[in-house]
């Protein structure tokens, strides 16, 4: 029972597996071992095998952090606006900025912009619909499923 429950805390993610794989091999060392006990006359007796620590799973501190990550949606109209996506994008917020509604010239104006933006605080930027880019904060990851869907079917999936 003890093995099942250590199991699912760890596939959960509420106890580290490498902990419960320490713990499991000090029960195997300690109960397939034999211990004997001599004197100096060369008689030996058994003694007593030792009991194995248990070490406790602490549900509190072994528990993974999310942590919720806000985005936000840019859709300036002129280039006098771009200065709320560099605030947010500097203070590690990814922003999805629109270009839908502006003109061409101020489209590439932006975009430019932003591809400056990220270049020089480490960022990263992605098309993901028509003249829709998402521009991503250094600590900030899209996983390899979120890429692909980007990809393939854009951001804003039609209906």
């Known amino acids: ?92 917020i990814p922003v999805i900025v629109n270009l839908q509604q502006v003109e061409q010239d101020i489209s590439k104006r932006i975009l430019d912009f932003c591809s400056g933006l990220t270049y020089a605080l480490g960022g990263d930027i992605k098309k993901v619909a028509d003249r829709v880019f998402l521009i991503i904060p250094s600590n900030i990851e899209v996983n390899s499923v979120e890429n692909q869907l980007i990809g393939e079917e854009g951001f804003m999936k039609p209906f």
């Open 1 to 92: 029972m003890g093995g099942f429950f250590r199991k699912t805390l760890s596939f959960f993610g509420l106890a580290d597996e490498e902990e419960l794989i320490v713990e499991d091999e000090e029960r195997m060392t300690l109960s397939g071992r034999k211990d004997f006990h001599g004197d100096r006359t060369g008689n030996l007796e058994r003694q007593a095998p030792k009991r194995a620590s248990r070490k406790r799973v602490s549900l509190i501190s072994s528990a993974r952090e999310t942590k919720k990550t806000t985005v936000f949606i840019a859709e300036p109209k002129e280039f006098d606006e771009i200065q709320v996506i560099a605030d947010n994008f500097k203070n590690d």
